[in-house]
């Protein structure tokens, strides 16, 4: 069983809707984060938390750290959005384990 | 202020041969990390190095090994190749060798074993 699982894996939206993805994680963690790939690999971090909520622009990250689960929400979705969002969880002795990823595709 | 950066961008290896890949980290960041990504993955941790050392492994056998200068750049060799090694590999860098600090990705380097 994976440390991390993600859910939905794939995801269709029309533009505008509000999008969550779910993050579960079975293990002690240090940080949560929320990461963006693009095609053609190019990681981006969007959040880094270990409590409550943050807000940058359109997107929503907040975490439960009593039921090991954390949502990424993104609020007026756009074509540009499209991408695939992990979810990574950062253990203390420096190891950092990976969901496997949901692709997001935002349709105009 | 340059981000993280990977070279080569593109590598085709055959089986059995050897390969080196760089990795420079954002400036200020003393730690360095390496993930395999295979297709349709997520990122798996190969190891992390902080003050030159090698600070935790990942699952991956020996054939995977590291280094890091004192400037913070890092190399990931990768000996005997196999075609199962063709992925996207990753580096992130962050600061202070722990896992409470944001990390920062390279754009990557994907490898072709043939």
């Known amino acids: 069983k994976n440390e991390v699982e993600q859910s939905p894996q794939n995801l269709t939206a029309q533009e505008g809707e509000f999008i969550t993805i779910n993050c579960s994680y079975s293990v002690g963690i240090s940080a949560l984060h929320w990461l963006q790939q693009h095609p053609g690999g190019g990681i981006v971090s969007l959040f880094m938390?270990?409590?409550g909520k943050k807000k940058h622009g359109r997107l929503i990250a907040t975490i439960n750290i009593q039921e090991k689960h954390s949502s990424l929400h993104i609020t007026a979705s756009h074509p540009r959005d499209s991408a695939v969002y992990i979810c990574a969880v950062g253990r203390r002795g420096n190891q950092f384990y990976f969901g496997t990823g949901t692709s997001l595709t935002v349709i105009p | 202020d340059a981000g993280v950066t990977q070279s080569p961008t593109h590598l085709i290896k055959t089986r059995g041969q050897q390969v080196t890949l760089r990795c420079s980290p954002k400036s200020g960041h003393d730690t360095v990390s390496w993930y395999q990504q295979a297709l349709g993955q997520g990122p798996q941790f190969i190891f992390q190095?902080?003050?030159?050392?090698?600070?935790q492994r990942g699952n991956f056998p020996d054939r995977f090994s590291g280094h890091q200068f004192p400037n913070y750049s890092s190399e990931l060799n990768v000996n005997a190749l196999l075609l199962g090694d063709s992925a996207l590999y990753l580096c992130?860098?962050?600061?202070?060798?722990?896992?409470?600090?944001?990390?920062?990705f390279g754009p990557g380097t994907r490898l072709t074993v043939l």
């Open positions: 992130a860098s962050s600061f202070g060798g722990n896992s409470y600090n944001e990390q920062f």
């Open positions: 938390l270990s409590s």
């Open positions: 190095y902080y003050e030159e050392e090698e600070r």
